[in-house]
């Protein structure tokens, strides 16, 4: 069974940093993962994606809105994603999720394509 877990979520002043990271677990090798990214959702808003990366590669996808701001990166060997934030706002604000995903065509970064998905981790900024 697929698990993926984040953390590194909190609260923040507007101008601030954070670094969230998350784990996926419970798949084999064989099993063809092929992007696994970040994304988020606040309070009466649909989720969308922030940042994603194509596993075994280079190729990262970031939101227009996070753009020059964020950086998404894996770390192999600890098999670990991370989404580090700088010069948040406060329209950052909302419940970032980790998910992974077998589908391979697909927009990265469209939440509904995603199967795997994580508990959520808070980030608030604070004006």
């Known amino acids: 069974q697929v698990q993926v877990a984040e953390s590194g979520g909190g609260s923040v002043q507007a101008g601030g940093s954070l670094r969230l990271s998350c784990t996926a677990s419970g798949y084999s090798s064989s099993t063809y993962m092929t992007y696994m990214g970040w994304f988020r959702q606040a309070p009466g808003k649909e989720r969308e994606g922030v940042a994603t990366?194509?596993?075994?590669?280079?190729?990262?996808y970031y939101a227009d809105s996070m753009q020059g701001r964020s950086t998404i990166s894996l770390d192999n060997a600890k098999k670990t994603l991370y989404l580090q934030m700088n010069s948040l706002k406060p329209e950052d604000t909302a419940m970032y999720y980790c998910a992974i995903r077998r589908i391979l065509h697909d927009n990265p970064l469209s939440a509904s394509t995603y199967y795997y998905w994580g508990q959520g981790t808070q980030v608030t900024v604070s004006s």
């Open positions: 990366i194509r596993l075994g590669t280079a190729l990262t």
